[in-house]
């Protein structure tokens, strides 16, 4: 059984930064690439940042040159550093596995779970 659990959410001051991270279990995690989404209260869930099996990365532009995505194979984790933080990134945000062959966008190899929330106060 797949399992994606992340962690590392919480409150934190505009300008501040927090890590977050993604431990997974159920997959041959080095095969994966790895994404992490977001979603703030009222608006759609979008892609911050992925990362290949090889460690290429992709951001969104509203968080490029903030947040750093990687991952240690050694570790089955994944890793959102987050830098910067501004009131506009409040939301909760998810990991997900991508499917082999799959793209940023998915199919992803398991349903999206509760996510970490992460709060940026003005």
């Known amino acids: 059984q797949v399992q994606l659990v992340e962690s590392g959410g919480g409150l934190v001051q505009a300008g501040g930064s927090l890590r977050l991270s993604c431990a997974a279990s159920?997959?041959?995690?080095?095969?994966?690439?790895m994404v992490w989404y977001r979603q703030a209260p009222g608006k759609q869930r979008e892609l911050v940042a992925g990362i290949t099996m090889s460690g290429s990365t992709n951001y969104a532009d509203s968080v490029k040159g903030r947040f750093t995505i990687s991952r240690d194979n050694a570790k089955n984790t994944a890793y959102l550093q987050m830098s910067n933080l501004k009131p506009e990134d409040t939301a909760v945000y998810y990991c997900n596995a991508v499917v082999l062959g799959g793209t940023w966008t998915g199919p992803m190899v398991r349903s999206w779970g509760q996510g970490t929330q992460v709060t940026v106060s003005s």
């Open positions: 159920g997959i041959i995690f080095s095969m994966y690439g």
